[in-house]
Structure formats: structure tokens, C-alpha cells
């Protein structure tokens, strides 16, 4: 439910229809010297923002990753600190 209230006059509808036509109605109507005044209730708090990124220095190394059939090695290039693969 939303809940839709107007300063001017203390009208207040909690409402699960649209927020503008239901205060449009209200609007029309008003009792309140000067017109309706539509109350908005405070926002929410920004979300915090992520920490800064910082980025790897990578300290690459050569690892041995699979011997085939024939016997010989494979290899790939890695970062020691963060794992990820260098091409």
C-alpha cells in the first residue's frame, strides 16, 4: 500500500492504485484555502558507495598446468597474488 497525504487540508489515502491519479482526484476537490500542497515523504539514504578498487600489481609466474599423453608440459602464465591468467 502507498500512502498519499496532502499538507494543506491533512487528507491522507493509502491507496494500491496509481499514486498521480488518486491525487489528482484529491487535487480537483481540495477543501483548502490556496489549493492541495502534496505531502512527500522524506527519501531513503543513498546506498553507500563500494571502497575504492585497487588495482593488482601482479607478480606473474610460470606454472605447470597439465602433461599430455606424449609427455610434454604446459604451461600458463598467472598472477601469483590474484590467480587470474595473463594471455
Known sequence: ???VSCEACGWIALTNQPVNAVWREHEDGCPAVGGAVRHLPDLPPLPR???RVTLC???LVR???AVT???VKKYAVMCQL???FVD
Do not use: D
Open 57 to 59: 600489481p601482479h607478480q
Open 69 to 71: 599423453p606424449t609427455g
Open 49 to 51: 558507495l563500494l571502497p
Open 82 to 84: 590474484c590467480g587470474r
Open 1 to 3: 500500500m502507498i500512502e
Open 63 to 65: 606454472r605447470q598446468i
